[in-house]
Nanobody, 119 residues
Framework: QVQLVESGGGLAQPGGSLRLSCAAS????????MSWARQAPGKGLEWVAG????????FYASSAKGRFTISRDNAKNMLYLQMNSLKPEDTGVYYC????????????RGQGTQVTVSS
């Protein structure tokens, strides 16, 4: 079955960096566009970034553009999110997800990894 396992979250200071990873298994990873989404405390799920099947193009929410970089390694069935210049408003649970239509149309999601940005 589809399994997505996120890791790499933690506590970061404002202006700091974190790199999130997502290990995919149970499906043909290279055939699926992928997204990262996040959920801040008390808020709904927010799309953050998406990437085509071959990694040729990446797309970002305005809140992530210029600070976050999504990438993938199809040989390793891995998805990544490099987050730089972190802000307190980046705090939340981050999920990787398969894409079933638009980048914000999610299929399967992982259990998430907590990111907290605080001084």
């Amino acid at each position: 079955q589809v399994q997505l396992v996120e890791s790499g979250g933690g506590l970061a200071q404002p202006g700091g960096s974190l790199r999130l990873s997502c290990a995919a298994s149970g499906f043909n990873f290279r055939s699926w566009a992928m997204s990262w989404a996040r959920q801040a405390p008390g808020k709904g799920l927010e799309w953050v970034a998406g990437i085509y099947t071959d990694g040729s193009e990446q797309f970002y929410a305005s809140s992530a553009k210029g600070r976050f970089t999504i990438s993938r390694d199809n040989a390793k069935n891995m998805l990544y999110l490099q987050m730089n210049s972190l802000k307190p408003e980046d705090t939340g649970v981050y999920y990787c997800a398969t894409v079933v239509g638009a980048f914000s149309d999610y299929g399967s999601r992982g259990q998430g990894t907590q990111v907290t940005v605080s001084s």
